[in-house]
């Protein structure tokens, strides 16, 4: 399908959207180049429509850059090691690198269904582990992290913490706009450990897990062991992409303590900012509360697609919200997406009987998504149009570029 400048359409709008860190709105990118990173999935119960919902919101922007002319350049990680993957594995009795392998590969297809476009670089953790460990002994090195003794380590080893108590270019907080008591709540809810003996503070997270009996451990200039959860985003984000690279994106359960130390280890190691600005996508919930795979509230993107449900009908069920909004999953939004997807198609195949006709909902598309990725309005905006115009070339091209939906190929029910 031709594109919308061959069209005639010249280039889109480039996106304002909200940014996290100032609570404002920013237009980006500020050059010709946009640059994103994405805290992808830890490889276990993939893929739910939380992820989905986050991935599609991120996928939005990518197709509003490059309608914009811009030129993208994205990263996502795997968290192929980590606690709660090991712990399924054991639990299910397989091995930790088969259950992720076969994950990644469940998500990789549900994320071909879906339409959302492929990172140009999605690294496993595992595959970074040394310059992860040399990020760690650099820190080490500067006064920015620590050690602390391990009993249950194996050999007596001892863990590596980033110390957060430092004076650095940015409170801790500011960028999550968080405050200390929230800080502290969400440090114990993420596993942070606040209360252990010998943190200089009860934020400080791990940067580098020496080795338990049972674990996974790699060999590294700070001992034996994995590394811990931020530092990993933060040294494959500025490897893949150099610092400061215009969004991290991500859920907003992800605000802290996750992306704040990313921007924290970054500077520490030297940059002078992690990203020009932080995105982070709405929360689904489902039956009450947020969907997440420590409750098993889960509603699972393979699950639906088996059941019958259209790719494209789920595409438009996740852009009925907006990208922001918190909000909960009910089974009729999906029987409402097919309708509209219905509708959609009836009118695609409608003949132009005036051949002078030369409206597009080209611009709409344009005016809604640019502003802050308004993808309800602009659902909106296709709905109004094609109850008064018939099928044409340019906004057929605009749904799919635009809004990821081919009405070309997406079949009858």
């Not at 005639?8 to 237009?27: I, N």
């Not at 296709?382 to 018939?390: E, L």
Request: aromatic letters at 6%; charged letters at 25%.
């Amino acid at each position: 399908m031709p594109s919308l400048a061959e069209l005639g359409h010249g280039e889109g709008q480039l996106p304002s959207v909200h940014d996290v860190r100032t609570d404002a709105r920013v237009v980006l990118p500020d050059g010709p180049v946009a640059s994103m990173y994405t805290c992808g999935i830890t490889p276990y119960d993939a893929t739910h429509l939380g992820h989905a919902f986050t991935y599609l919101a991120f996928d939005t922007l990518t197709r509003v850059w490059l309608d914009a002319g811009v030129e993208v350049r994205t990263a996502m990680n795997s968290t192929d090691v980590d606690d709660p993957l090991l712990e399924r594995a054991a639990r299910d009795g397989v091995d930790w690198r088969r259950l992720a392998e076969q994950q990644q590969e469940l998500y990789r297809q549900d994320m071909a269904a879906l339409r959302i476009l492929p990172p140009d670089r999605w690294i496993a953790v595992t595959e970074r582990i040394a310059p992860i460990a040399q990020a760690v002994q650099r820190l080490l090195e500067t006064g920015d992290a620590y050690r602390l003794p391990a009993p249950d380590a194996e050999g007596g080893g001892e863990d590596v913490l980033f110390d957060t108590t430092r004076e650095r270019a940015f409170r801790m907080g500011a960028g999550s706009r968080t405050d200390e008591a929230e800080m502290l709540e969400l440090t114990r809810e993420f596993g942070g450990d606040p209360d252990r003996p010998g943190k200089r503070s009860p934020l400080d997270p791990l940067l580098w897990r020496a080795e338990r009996p049972g674990e996974p451990a790699w060999d590294s200039p700070v001992g034996r062991g994995r590394p811990g959860w931020h530092v990993e985003c933060t040294v494959i984000a500025m490897d893949e992409l150099g610092a400061p690279f215009t969004v991290a994106a991500g859920g907003r359960d992800l605000r802290f303590p996750h992306q704040e130390m990313q921007g924290h280890h970054a500077i520490a190691l030297g940059a002078p900012l992690f990203s020009r600005a932080r995105l982070n996508a709405g929360l689904v919930a489902f039956e009450g509360e947020k969907m997440s795979k420590s409750l098993g509230n889960l509603v699972l993107v393979s699950a639906l697609l088996r059941a019958g449900a259209r790719p494209a009908a789920l595409r438009l069920a996740l852009l009925a919200h907006h990208w922001r909004d918190d909000w909960e999953w009910f089974p009729h939004e999906l029987e409402e997406a097919e309708r509209r997807l219905d509708r959609w198609l009836a009118w695609s195949v409608t003949p132009d009987d005036d051949p002078s006709h030369a409206d597009s909902v080209v611009p709409w598309l344009r005016v809604t998504l640019a502003d802050d990725l308004n993808t309800p309005a602009a659902l909106q905006a296709v709905d109004a149009f094609i109850a008064r115009a018939p099928a044409d070339e340019a906004s057929i091209a605009a749904i799919d570029a635009l809004l990821g939906i081919d009405l070309r190929s997406v079949p009858a029910r």
